[in-house]
């Protein structure tokens, strides 16, 4: 039932209680799993996921995510901390595998009391997971693949993501689409929250009634009022369609690229010029291919840092997931899960209604 028979006949109160009430239950895994109302993560997204965007996300019945990245245990201590200044609410902290510190990072979370750690970026060691649930936390990790979800669950992690291709930053090669049908009729030892390209509750629903325990979300968020994103970022994501969210492009396989999600701009065109120089000089004679390859792969550093603080964006990189196309406004973040509540109560409101009608 679309949303303009249901703006002519609105839902009653009793026909709004009760499909909240189903919205309830079909999030209750992960609801409990976090320890929040709503099952809604919010997405790591480095620069954007600290302290301000996090609390709020919190505070407003979702659980937020501080985004690691390459913070250091002194400085991401002191996030922690900062973080729950502003909420008494649960919130994560993701973090990077491939960290050189990552022992003295978990350490850190622990030692601050943070009850979920996501491990991102690469299967987490043996040693890692262990010491987090040693430590009394719960371990969530990424998986792009049916294979890896049944050897994460395995190796003892508590809650599992899968993110589609649709999703910004670093992404895999699978549309979450796929993933959702591959995955979630086959894992049902932990819950799975889905991610990447997701900018509406009634989508988030589809996916809770295939069996998934919540749903991440990061670019709806990170054009958020409480989100300290630059101006010109927020206005560029305020701007773009979803086609214009796209991954960078690689041109010779001997240089491999890893895929990043975000608004095409003059940096991604001359990304595409440094590799084919970087490639004539190699195949020249004038580097080696290691040399190339660090060539290429330094093209883009700090790049996201000039997007989200300075405010460059035409040449900085501004990582953004194909849902970008339906950010719309800066909304404060409780406005943004409201709407997602809404939409989904809306969409399983329909849905009841079809199904009284076929009797």
């Known amino acids: 039932m679309s949303e303009a028979v249901l703006a002519e006949h609105p839902p009653t109160d009793a026909e709004r209680t009760r499909a909240r009430n189903r919205l309830n239950r079909l999030w209750a895994r992960g609801a409990d799993f976090l320890g929040t109302p709503y099952a809604i993560l919010g997405g790591a997204m480095s620069w954007l996921s600290e302290r301000h965007l996090v609390s709020a996300i919190s505070n407003a019945g979702g659980f937020g995510v501080i985004a690691c990245g390459a913070m250091e245990p002194a400085r991401l201590a002191e996030e922690i901390a900062a973080t729950r200044a502003m909420t008494d609410k649960p919130f994560g902290v993701n973090l990077i595998t491939m960290h050189p510190m990552l022992d003295d990072l978990i350490r850190v979370c622990l030692d601050a009391g943070v009850g979920h750690i996501v491990l991102a970026g690469g299967i987490p060691p043996g040693a890692a997971i262990k010491a987090i ?70 989508a988030l629903v589809s996916y809770l009634e295939q069996g998934a325990a919540g749903g991440q979300f990061g670019t709806r968020f990170a054009a958020a009022e409480e989100s300290i994103a630059h101006e010109k970022f927020k206005k560029a994501f305020l701007r773009a369609a979803a086609r214009d969210a796209v991954t960078s492009p690689q041109l010779d396989e001997r240089f491999p690229v890893i895929p990043v999600r975000g608004l095409a701009n003059e940096g991604g065109r001359k990304f595409l010029a440094h590799q084919a120089d970087v490639i004539r000089r190699f195949q020249g004679g004038d580097l080696t291919r290691e040399a190339a390859q660090l060539e290429i792969e ?13 405010g460059d964006v035409e040449h900085g990189s501004v990582m953004a997931g ?10 404060p973040v409780a406005q943004i899960i409201a709407d997602l509540i809404d939409q989904a109560v809306l969409a399983l409101v329909g849905q009841q209604r079809r199904m009284d009608a076929d009797g």
């Open 133 to 202: 649930k040693d430590g009394g936390a719960r371990v969530i990790a990424f998986s792009p693949a049916l294979v890896l979800a049944k050897r994460l669950v395995r190796m003892g992690v508590d809650a599992l993501v899968i993110e589609g291709a649709e999703a910004g930053g670093h992404v895999g090669p699978v549309s979450l689409t796929v993933l959702a049908q591959e995955i979630l009729p086959h894992i049902r030892d932990v819950p799975i929250f889905v991610a990447g390209g997701l900018g509406r509750g009634d």
């Open 322 to 331: 194909q849902s970008v196309g339906m950010v719309t406004a800066v909304q």
């Open 298 to 310: 330094h093209f883009w550093a700090g790049a996201l840092r000039r997007a989200v603080i300075e």
